[in-house]
């Protein structure tokens, strides 16, 4: 199971790369641009046999305990839609 | 009395923290890998140097309160030992939970290597005994994430415990940190975090000395305790 763990500065944590991102898009004429803030995406593969609603839980304590600083950071979790089984390929091949 | 240096994986202050204890202070100074489980017995002082421990992965610091010895240095400090943190060692002791706040990347989104002046806000800890309160200091920072953060309420306390050691300058704030903090002490008084390098400030050849008082007080409260 593929999960995804989005890491965000909290609103109103001053966010410096995400203004010099902002400031680079209206360089480039996206004159429509009002903020960016920068985070980060921690990819996680877990057991397949996980259970989604346990895999959510553990996904949230992990977050809470190592791949988000709570005093800076806010996260939020995504699950990646499993790619369809290999085993069943197209037929004829070994 | 005996002192230990912490080196992590991408510590770089450690020899300078090590020169200081040993060379300067005339002390029993043990450099300590992150591995050991346990640090040398009669350890009174221990310092976490600056530098960027496992490359600062995920947070500056964040990795580094895995290493094994880091559990020998809560226990040490919850029983009153005193920790320096310098710079990458301020970062560790809070993303280890041994400091409150978080860091965050400077303002300027540049790596500051600068002196800068520094206000002793409290003198009443172990480390800042032999400066006057409100001295200013020159000592100072080489950093990409100085940018002190707290929230409200423990900012509050910060302030109304008077356990904020030290501040930069309003005007010479080089990371844009809460309040100008540039040093902690927790509740106990006992731990010290700090991103300023008072391990480069001990001799006048080297554009200062106010460090070395620092690590003087240091020295002499953990003695008086040990009678």
Not at chain 2, 63 to 92: E, H, T, W, Y
Not at chain 2, 144 to 159: C, I, P
């Amino acid at each position: 199971m593929q999960a995804k763990v989005l890491v965000t500065l909290r609103a109103g944590v001053l966010d410096p790369a995400g203004e010099a991102v902002a400031d680079g898009l209206r360089q480039l004429g996206f004159d429509e641009v009002r903020s960016v803030r920068v985070g980060k995406v921690i990819e996680v593969e877990l057991d397949d046999e996980i259970d989604a609603s346990l895999a959510k839980e553990r996904l949230g304590q992990m977050a809470g305990q190592l791949l988000a600083n709570l005093v800076i950071e806010d996260y939020d979790i995504e699950f990646v839609e499993s790619p369809p089984d290999k085993d069943a390929g197209p037929s004829g091949c070994a | 009395m005996k002192v230990a240096v912490i080196t992590f994986p991408g510590s770089n202050c450690d020899s300078d923290a090590i020169s200081v204890m040993r060379v300067m202070l005339g002390l029993d100074t043990k450099a300590v890998w992150h591995k050991e489980a346990r640090l040398p017995d009669q350890v009174r002082l221990v310092i976490i140097p600056g530098g960027f421990s496992y490359g600062d992965a995920l947070r500056s610091g964040a990795i580094a309160r895995f290493s094994p010895i880091m559990a020998d240095i809560k226990r040490f400090a919850d029983a009153g030992g005193l920790v320096i943190g310098i710079c990458n060692g301020f970062q560790i002791l809070l993303e280890s939970g041994l400091l409150p706040g978080a860091m965050l990347q400077n303002a300027s989104q540049k790596f500051v290597c600068r002196m800068v002046q520094v206000e002793a806000v409290s003198n009443t800890t172990p480390f800042t005994s032999d400066y006057q309160r409100h001295e200013w200091l020159r000592i100072p920072v080489a950093h990409h994430e100085g940018r002190y953060h707290a929230d409200e309420e423990t900012y509050r306390q910060l302030q109304r415990d008077d356990r904020i050691a030290f501040r930069y300058g309003c005007r010479d704030n080089p990371n844009g940190s809460l309040g100008d903090v540039a040093g902690i002490v927790n509740a106990q008084r006992n731990v010290l975090g700090m991103m300023p390098h008072p391990e480069r400030a001990v001799e006048s050849l080297l554009g200062s000395d106010d460090g070395l008082r620092l690590f003087r007080s240091a020295v002499r409260f953990a003695k008086s305790r040990e009678g």
